[in-house]
Structure formats: structure tokens, C-alpha cells
């Protein structure tokens, strides 16, 4: 199982407090670097000193770290114009060698959208735009240089594009689609995506939403192997329980038995183990309090030679 570090930088984070974990990431041999894609803080926090943007915190990012993947889990159809997002995950891509990963969904918290200025569609016309995001994205970098792409879908019309600039990695960048819908969402990432993810999930459920988009690539002629499966979940490991609640109180919560990840090393690679057991090949530690290194270099001594 590979150990994605994974961040809430929207609860409050500088660029500096992202760049000492990104880099704390990297010298612990963990796999990846990942950050969600949002606008306004969620709880009781004031989120200082603000937002940032996903993708120049990802670009800035690339130029001062080396071997980890970096990508949002998810950045939301609702923030970017797709031709637009295109060009600036395809720079990303550039700018670290080829180890940008990108994660997109459909949007679902309405507050940040009203906070700043955003449309928000009722779900069903969110999913209509991701759908049509995804065909166009995809279209852009599969267009060999020298082409010209065209587009016409109801919410977005390119015409005659040079569908430049191009990503590293070929075909594209990895398409990470995730959640818990019933239907178009294992449709989605049946047909688009290199990765699903069901994030936050007890095991028994995982292993419902991981048997369901494998029978989706089933319908749409895809080996399921093809498609790699992942989990996500607040991670909180200490060296005794005391530390364990140390942890769980400096980030304001009680862990939750479905939905985090909690408790010694042991305990840690055991519950990692039942993931495993049903598909999970990569795991995302979220990790909420961003001025902990010493609770990476805990995971990457304890954990992660362990599971990988």
C-alpha cells in the first residue's frame, strides 16, 4: 500500500507550513503530496491567513521538491473553466518532470461557492458539468501537437484549439474520480479515471463502492485491474495513547471509528491491513495539524515500512 500525505490547507495554512510538509513528505519516503481544493474553512476555525489556490500552491510546490506526486483530492468542476485547468495542470506537470496528478469532482459545499462568487447547480447539473470537464480535459492533452481540438457540449464550445500546452506524462496526467454515487460516478471513473477513491468510508463500505466501479469497468469493456483503488481518512498515530489523545485533542476531535484512522503503530498498520485486505492500494493520510512534522517522521518510521 503506498501513503499519500494528504492536507486541509482551507482549515488555515501558509505556503511555508505546505512547503515544510511537502518537503517533510518527500525526505520520509512517502509517495505523495496531496491538498484538497477549497475556498473557505469548514467548523469552528477562521482559516488564516486565508485560501490559497490549489494548483499555484502545486506549481510552486514542483520547483522545490523532487520525486512526489503532487495533486488535489478533489478540485471542484465548479471553480475552473476545464480549458483553463487543462493548461495549468499540464504546467504543473512541466514544471515537476511529470508528477502532477489531478483529482476533480463535482463540487458539494455551497458555502465556499456563495462566499466567492461561484455558480452552484443543483447536483445533477454538476455532474453534467463534470462529465462534459472530463471529456474536454482529456481531449485537450490527447490532441497530438500539430491538431486542432474541437469541442461542442451544452455548458462548454472550443473551437479550433491547438490544445497546447502538452503534460510530461502520456497519455495524460492520472485522473483520480471518487464517492459514494450509485451510478454516474463509477460510469465516470470507469471511462476517465486512472484511480477511484472512496474517501472516508468504513471498510465495509469501501468495499461496496470498490466492487461497484469494478463492475463498472466490467460494462464499459475495462479490465478492473487497470483501475487503481484508494481510501482516505484522518490518520492520528502516537507512540502510547496518551499521545494518540495528545494528537486527537490538538486538531479539536474525538476520532471517529468509521471514518479516522487511529491509535499506536500497531493499531495503525492493523487498520490499514483491513483496507488492504479489500482493494485498497494506496492510502491518503490526512493529516489536520500541519505544524506536527514530528508526527510524519512518527507514521514514516512506525507505519509506513510496515504497509508498503
Known amino acids: 500500500m503506498l501513503l499519500r500525505i494528504f492536507t486541509e490547507p482551507q482549515q488555515g495554512a501558509s505556503y511555508d507550513d505546505l512547503l515544510a510538509v511537502a518537503r517533510k513528505t518527500e525526505e520520509n519516503g512517502f509517495d505523495a503530496f ?3 481544493d477549497h475556498y473557505l474553512a469548514m467548523g469552528d476555525g477562521d482559516g488564516l491567513p486565508g485560501p490559497s489556490d490549489s494548483w499555484i500552491t502545486l506549481a510552486g510546490l514542483a520547483r522545490e521538491t523532487s520525486r512526489i506526486k503532487l495533486g488535489t483530492l478533489v478540485s471542484s468542476a465548479t471553480f475552473r473553466n476545464p480549458g483553463v485547468l487543462a493548461i495549468s495542470v499540464a ?3 512541466q514544471m ?8 476533480l469532482g463535482a463540487g458539494w459545499y455551497e458555502a465556499e461557492h456563495k462566499a466567492y462568487g461561484l455558480d452552484f447547480p443543483d447536483t445533477p447539473g454538476r455532474f453534467d458539468i463534470l462529465t462534459e470537464q472530463l471529456e474536454l480535459i482529456t481531449g485537450l492533452w490527447d490532441t497530438p501537437v500539430g491538431e486542432k481540438y474541437e469541442f461542442q457540449g451544452e ?3 472550443i473551437t479550433d484549439s491547438p490544445a497546447l500546452p502538452k503534460p510530461v506524462q502520456q497519455p495524460h496526467p492520472p485522473i483520480i474520480i471518487g464517492g459514494a454515487g450509485k451510478k454516474r460516478t463509477p460510469a465516470l471513473a470507469a471511462k476517465y479515471a486512472a484511480e477511484f477513491n472512496a474517501g472516508f468510508r468504513g471498510v465495509e463500505e469501501t468495499a461496496t463502492l470498490f466492487k461497484r466501479v469494478r463492475a463498472a469497468c466490467d460494462a464499459a469493456g475495462r479490465d478492473p485491474k487497470t483501475l487503481a483503488l ?3 481518512h484522518t490518520v492520528i498515530v502516537g507512540k502510547d495513547d496518551a499521545e494518540v489523545k495528545q494528537r486527537a485533542a490538538a486538531i479539536g476531535r474525538e476520532p471517529h471509528p468509521e471514518k479516522d484512522i487511529a491509535g499506536t503503530p500497531a493499531q495503525v498498520v492493523d487498520r490499514l491491513g483491513q483496507f488492504a485486505a479489500v482493494g485498497s492500494d494506496r492510502q491518503y493520510v490526512q493529516i489536520l495539524d500541519l505544524h506536527d ?8 518510521a512506525e507505519v509506513l515500512p510496515q504497509v508498503s
Open 293 to 300: 512534522l514530528d508526527h510524519l517522521d512518527l507514521i514514516a
Open 96 to 103: 515537476s518532470g511529470g508528477r502532477a496528478e489531478l483529482g
Open 91 to 93: 504546467q504543473v506537470d
Open 155 to 157: 455548458h462548454y464550445r
Open 34 to 36: 496531496f491538498r484538497s
Open 230 to 232: 484508494s481510501t482516505a
